[in-house]
């Protein structure tokens, strides 16, 4: 219903092409018409693997290719098997160009039997594991990339895209096989791999294959999936992740189903402050307050396209100011550095604010966003570890978190 008038007069010829894994089948063409109605009875098989269901709508052309008109996305885990499923959804685009896409689709759905994901797993030695752990104090998380959905499409005429992902843990990179023509690839590609202290998350990051024709730009990474390892679960895991978009203010890049199954994740020992009690009298007999500080890391960072970033901090509290650099460029820096801050009467609060040291106003920006830590909410003595989301301003929030904790040795 509702759909857009692409032909001369006001009316359209559309017809629905529907897609799971590689097979395809397709309605017939309803002529003169915005609201259509088809009726028509499908039974797609779902090849191993296949994790949605895609239904394009699209207006019959025979002088030149036909017309895109909308697309929706169906999550295959989100329907309960074996029983019918009526729903209305909303046509959406599919392209991070302009589109006509507007309207609602509407669907009986019934899924009688879920095929067999044969999930692939690398082989872990648990000994091997256990070793090094206590030899070096790493870990290991086995992430199956099982499949993606909703990825964006370049070209509007394309219906699909040549893409892969990439599993990243700090310096380690391993990247699935290549999978063309589609904009809900299975992947089914396992990685193994190892998880050094300062490791904070992984991240999933699907590419655009750069075809022939394009080799000088490379491939184009679509968007990016952070997984906080603290959060994960002891036991396997089989969640979808958002794919955050490479530029700040794009819209969700889809998403990607993956399987995580820690083994072991080491935790960050953290760069306490030395507390210095005779410094802490100190500041008590001028009427100062004491607040210990560790700025320990961010996550998922707003990427600047074709460059790295080079994250720092600055703390400000008052007309005192402390800069954290670690020298080292991605988006989940890892700084683990201690400060100790005097605080007079009249300081409410402190900024911590993430800076890219690379950045400018014409390569991705310098501010990537700030957090505020009011005094007032903190108890003496006590110490708060946290993640917070940046934002720009007072309220807008920016992409990406800060980790910290703090501890007020002594309030005045």
């Given amino acids: 219903e509702r759909l857009p008038a692409v032909d001369r007069g006001g009316s359209s010829d559309p017809f629905v092409e529907l897609l799971v894994g590689g097979n395809k089948q397709k309605t017939k063409t309803i002529k003169k018409t915005l609201s259509p109605e088809w009726n028509e009875p499908f039974s797609i098989e779902v090849p191993a693997g296949a994790s949605s269901l895609e239904c394009s709508v699209y207006d019959e052309n025979f002088a030149q290719f036909n017309t895109f008109m909308g697309t929706v996305v169906v999550c295959l885990d989100q329907l309960e098997v074996g029983k019918d499923t009526v729903q209305v959804f909303p046509l959406g685009n599919r392209s991070l160009a302009g589109s006509i896409a507007s309207g609602n689709l509407r669907l009986l759905l019934n899924y009688f039997a879920q095929g067999k994901d044969t999930l692939r797993y690398p082989e872990v030695d648990m000994g091997d594991v256990r070793q090094k752990a206590a030899e070096s104090g790493a870990g290991s998380c086995t992430v199956t990339i099982v499949a993606a959905m909703d990825l964006p499409v370049s070209d509007p005429k394309n219906s699909g895209l040549t893409c892969y992902a990439e599993a990243r843990a700090n310096d380690y990179k391993a990247a699935t096989s290549v999978v063309e023509g589609s904009r809900q690839p299975v992947f089914n590609a396992p990685v193994l791999l190892e998880i050094t202290p300062d490791c904070q998350v992984v991240e999933i990051v699907v590419f655009e294959k750069a075809s022939a024709l394009n080799i000088r730009r490379g491939d184009v990474p679509i968007g990016i999936a952070t997984i906080l390892l603290a959060s994960l679960p002891p036991n396997p895991s089989f969640l979808w992740y958002d794919l955050m978009p490479v530029r700040p203010g794009d819209a969700r890049m889809g998403a990607i189903k993956v399987v995580t199954d820690p083994h072991f994740i080491p935790e960050l020992k953290l760069n306490r402050p030395r507390r210095e009690v005779s410094r802490v009298r100190a500041n008590a007999s001028k009427g100062l307050g004491t607040l210990?500080?560790?700025?320990?890391?961010?996550?998922?960072?707003?990427?600047?396209?074709?460059?790295?970033?080079?994250?720092?901090?600055?703390?400000?509290?008052?007309?005192?100011?402390?800069?954290?650099?670690?020298?080292?460029?991605?988006?989940?820096?890892?700084?683990?550095?201690?400060?100790?801050?005097?605080?007079?009467?009249?300081v409410e609060e402190v900024k911590l604010e993430v800076l890219d040291r690379l950045g400018n106003a014409t390569n991705g920006g310098k501010n990537l966003g700030v957090i505020t830590v009011k005094l007032d909410d903190l108890k003496e003595g006590e110490e708060y570890d946290f993640w917070s989301d940046l934002k720009t301003g007072e309220t807008l929030r920016a992409q990406g978190s800060l980790r910290v904790m703090v501890n007020y040795v002594q309030k005045i």
Avoid: C, F, H, Y
């Fill in 292 to 346: 210990e500080m560790v700025v320990i890391a961010a996550k998922q960072l707003p990427s600047a396209e074709g460059r790295d970033r080079e994250p720092l901090v600055i703390v400000t509290a008052g007309n005192r100011k402390v800069t954290i650099e670690s020298g080292k460029k991605g988006l989940n820096p890892v700084w683990n550095k201690p400060v100790v801050l005097e605080i007079s009467p009249d």
